[in-house]
Every structure is written in structure tokens, then in C-alpha cells.
T-cell receptor, first 112, second 114 residues
Framework: RKEVEQDPGPFNVPEGATVAFNCTYS??????FFWYRQDCRKEPKLLMS???SGNEDGRFTAQLNRASQYISLLIRDSKLSDSATYLC?????????????FGQGTTLQVKP | GAVVSQHPSWVICKSGTSVKIECRSL??????MFWYRQFPKQSLMLMAT?????????EQGVEKDKFLINHASLTLSTLTVTSAHPEDSSFYIC??????????FGPGTRLLVL
């Protein structure tokens, strides 16, 4: 089983749509959770951290369910510029090594 | 935000040659740097963790004699792919942290070994 699992997609949605991505992780000792965005042939960029209480940043909402080891990202009112691969990222364990485990990524294509 | 640079951004080399990739933190001191590799349509895979002044910690399955890492200062880490072969062709990305939670990624280096 992969440490971080995501549906690779692609998700093809029209502009203005709401889309949700899910992710599961296997290490119950993980303490930090993130969503990164990666554009084609570019490095990943931090989109947002994910907290147990849930957090929102504009059109983006992230949720964490520790009991189910499940993380989600909701994008409202999709824009063409949201087209990218979204990476679910989890830190590597209970010790603060800074080690990050990346999911395979979910590809989003927003169409006019 | 913090800036991390990598050099070169891409390199093409013949099989058997060695390639050195530099990773620099430009506006902060990086206590730890990480080296990742990404093959097409796959996730980033951590290769090694590098702390300034000490030996790198390699992930399982990564050959330390093939991927030499040097972290000589708080702003520079280098990855040398020794005797590169076509299967080493990949996207190599470094990241750096100042000890807080966020990792800042470099723009990556595309390596093509012919």
C-alpha cells in the first residue's frame, strides 16, 4: 500500500465548477499535512497547510480527518488557471525530521 | 517568501559521465535540505536528507555512492550523479527548510542521459 494515495484523475471540469480531491495516508503518526500544486514541468508550490479544524483560503478549503486518515481539498468556482496537478503531502512520522511523503497527484483540467 | 535556486536547470550528458547539481537557499539559512527525484507521471520521491556539516541520510534503495551529496554550508547543497546512465534521467528537485515547518522547493533540474 502506498503511504499517500490519491486518485490520479484527470478531473475535467468546466469553469465555475466545484471540484473535490481526496487523499488517504497510512502513517497514523503523521503530524503535518499539506496540499501542493505542481504545474507541468515545474517544481511543487505550497497551496495550503491542512489542519484538523479545517481551513479555508479564498476558493480553496482543506479538511483533515485524523480518525479516517483522510484529507480533502475543495476548489470552488474553478478558474482556467487552476489547471494543474494537486499533490497531497504528509510529513513522514512522529519525529520532526521534516521528511515529506508525496502522493502521486491528482490532475485537474478546467475547461472554458 | 523564501527562494531556493538550482543550477543547472537542465543538462544532457553522455552515459558514464558525472553530473553535479547545486541547490542554494538565497535569502535564508537552510538547516536541512532535501533531494527528490520525479519520474514522468509519478510522485516526488525523497532520495536523501542533507544537514549542514554532516553526512546525508539516504532513503532505502538510493545508492549513496552513486548519488553523492555535500552540504558544505547553510546555503548550499550539491548532488552529484556519478557515472550517470539513461535510467538516471529524471527531474531532480531540492528543497530547503530553515527549521520551521515549510519546505521551499527549487525549480528543479532535468537530467537526460544519452
Amino acid at each position: 500500500r502506498k503511504e499517500v494515495e490519491q486518485d490520479p484523475g484527470p478531473f475535467n471540469v468546466p469553469e465555475g465548477a466545484t471540484v473535490a480531491f481526496n487523499c488517504t495516508y497510512s502513517n497514523s503518526a503523521s503530524q503535518s499535512f499539506f496540499w501542493y500544486r505542481q504545474d507541468c514541468r515545474k517544481e511543487p508550490k505550497l497551496l495550503m497547510s491542512v489542519y484538523s479544524s479545517g481551513n479555508e483560503d479564498g476558493r480553496f478549503t482543506a479538511q483533515l480527518n485524523r480518525a479516517s486518515q483522510y484529507i480533502s481539498l475543495l476548489i470552488r468556482d474553478s478558474k482556467l488557471s487552476d489547471s494543474a496537478t494537486y499533490l497531497c503531502v504528509v510529513n513522514g512520522g512522529s519525529s520532526n525530521t521534516g521528511k515529506l511523503i508525496f502522493g502521486q497527484g491528482t490532475t485537474l483540467q478546467v475547461k472554458p | 517568501g523564501a527562494v531556493v535556486s538550482q543550477h543547472p536547470s537542465w543538462v544532457i550528458c553522455k552515459s558514464g559521465t558525472s553530473v553535479k547539481i547545486e541547490c542554494r537557499s538565497l535569502d535564508f539559512q537552510a538547516t536541512t535540505m532535501f533531494w527528490y527525484r520525479q519520474f514522468p507521471k509519478q510522485s516526488l520521491m525523497l532520495m536523501a536528507t542533507s544537514n549542514e556539516g554532516s553526512k546525508a541520510t539516504y532513503e532505502q534503495g538510493v545508492e549513496k555512492d552513486k548519488f553523492l551529496i555535500n552540504h558544505a554550508s547553510l546555503t548550499l547543497s550539491t548532488l552529484t550523479v556519478t557515472s550517470a546512465h539513461p535510467e538516471d534521467s529524471s527531474f531532480y528537485i531540492c528543497s530547503a527548510t530553515d527549521g520551521l515547518e515549510t519546505q521551499y522547493f527549487g525549480p528543479g533540474t532535468r537530467l537526460l542521459v544519452l
